[in-house]
C-alpha cells in the first residue's frame, strides 16, 4: 500500500504557486508527518527548557527556598520564650527480663509568652498525669538511641498540649535523661 505522502493531491486550491506556476504539484504533509517532525519535537523542547529552568533555579522565587525549611520550626526571639522547669520525673519501665530499670527524666517546656505560665501551673497536675501513664508504658528498646529520644520527646509535647490546653507549648526539652 502506498502512503499518504505518495498519493497525489487533486484539489488545485491547496497546491503552493511554485505548482501552478511550473506545473509541478508539491505534495501536502501528512498528519503523521506533521506530528512526528515538528509537534512532537517542538514540545520535547519546550519540556527540556522547563526542566532546565526549575533545575536550575529559575522561575518563582517560592521554589527557591529549601524545602526542608517547611518541617524546621521557626526560631523565636528569646527575648519572647519563656522555659517552665517541670519536678523530675522518675518512672519504672518495663524490661523484656522484668527487671527493675528505672527512668529519671528532667524536662522543661518553651512557652511564649509570661501570662501562659499561670494557665500552665494550673494544669501540672494533669500534666504530670499523662507523662506517668505514657512513660510507665515504654520498654527499654524505646529509649535507645537518638530517634528513640526523639520520639520521646514528639510524645510527651503531643500529652502536654492536650492536658494544657489552651496553652501553646512549642517544645519539650529534654534537661536529662538517665536509665538505671
Known amino acids: 500500500?502506498?502512503?499518504?505522502?505518495?498519493?497525489?493531491?487533486?484539489?488545485?486550491d491547496e497546491d503552493?504557486?511554485?505548482?501552478e506556476e511550473g506545473g509541478k504539484k508539491k505534495k501536502k504533509?501528512?498528519?503523521r508527518t506533521l506530528i512526528l517532525f515538528i509537534v512532537l519535537p517542538l514540545?520535547?523542547?519546550?519540556?527540556?527548557?522547563?526542566?532546565?529552568?526549575k533545575f536550575l533555579g529559575g522561575g518563582e522565587e517560592e521554589h527557591a527556598e529549601d524545602p526542608m525549611a517547611e518541617d524546621m520550626p521557626?526560631?523565636?526571639?528569646?527575648?519572647?520564650?519563656v522555659f517552665k522547669s517541670l519536678p523530675e520525673i522518675l518512672v519504672n519501665i518495663r524490661t523484656a527480663d522484668n527487671r527493675t530499670t528505672f527512668l529519671s527524666l528532667k524536662v522543661s517546656l518553651e512557652l511564649n509568652k509570661d501570662q501562659d505560665e499561670a494557665i500552665l501551673d494550673a494544669a501540672m497536675p494533669r500534666i504530670e498525669d499523662k507523662f506517668q501513664v505514657y512513660l510507665r508504658e515504654l520498654r527499654l528498646e524505646d529509649l535507645t538511641g537518638a530517634a528513640g529520644t526523639q520520639r520521646v520527646?514528639?510524645?510527651l509535647l503531643r500529652r502536654v498540649n492536650i492536658a494544657a490546653n489552651p496553652v501553646k507549648v512549642n517544645a519539650v526539652l529534654i534537661r536529662e535523661m538517665v536509665v538505671q
Request: glycine share 12%.
Open 1 to 12: 500500500m502506498a502512503d499518504e505522502e505518495d498519493i497525489p493531491e487533486e484539489n488545485e
Open 16 to 19: 503552493s504557486e511554485e505548482g
Open 29 to 31: 504533509l501528512s498528519g
Open 43 to 53: 514540545v520535547a523542547v519546550i519540556g527540556i527548557g522547563i526542566g532546565a529552568m
Open 74 to 81: 521557626r526560631l523565636q526571639d528569646p527575648t519572647e520564650v
Open 153 to 155: 520527646k514528639e510524645e
